[in-house]
Nanobody, 111 residues
Framework: QVQLMESGGGLVKPGESLRLTCAAT??????MRWYRQAPGQQRENVAL?????ATNYADFVQGRFTISRDENMLYLQMNQLKPEDTAVYYCFTQTPTGAYWGQGTQVTVSS
């Protein structure tokens, strides 16, 4: 059984940074992703990381975020945060047994 647990969210001012962490247990998938969902919006992809370390980011990231992985830990370093980055951030993986989400961590960017 795969379990994902995010942490590291919080309230920050525009321009500040946060590092999100996702602790994964079980037989997690090879590809891991970060998604986010703002109030009243659909959940959207933020970034993914492949087994060899290759990464891909949504256009809105614009070089501000970095996804990384260390065995069963997934990270999202977020710099130069903007108010529009306010959302609940989720980690995600998919395996032959199903798709798995964490419970999410709230990121609020406000002055």
């Amino acid at each position: 059984q795969v379990q994902l647990m995010e942490s590291g969210g919080g309230l920050v001012k525009p321009g500040e940074s946060l590092r999100l962490t996702c602790a994964a247990t079980g037989n997690i998938g090879k590809i891991m992703r970060w998604y986010r969902q703002a109030p009243g919006q659909q959940r959207e992809n933020v970034a993914l990381i492949l087994p060899g370390g290759a990464t891909n980011y949504a256009d809105f990231v614009q070089g501000r975020f970095t996804i990384s992985r260390d065995e069963n830990m997934l990270y999202l370093q977020m710099n130069q945060l903007k108010p529009e980055d306010t959302a609940v951030y989720y980690c995600f993986t998919q395996t032959p047994t199903g798709a798995y989400w964490g419970q999410g961590t709230q990121v609020t960017v406000s002055s």
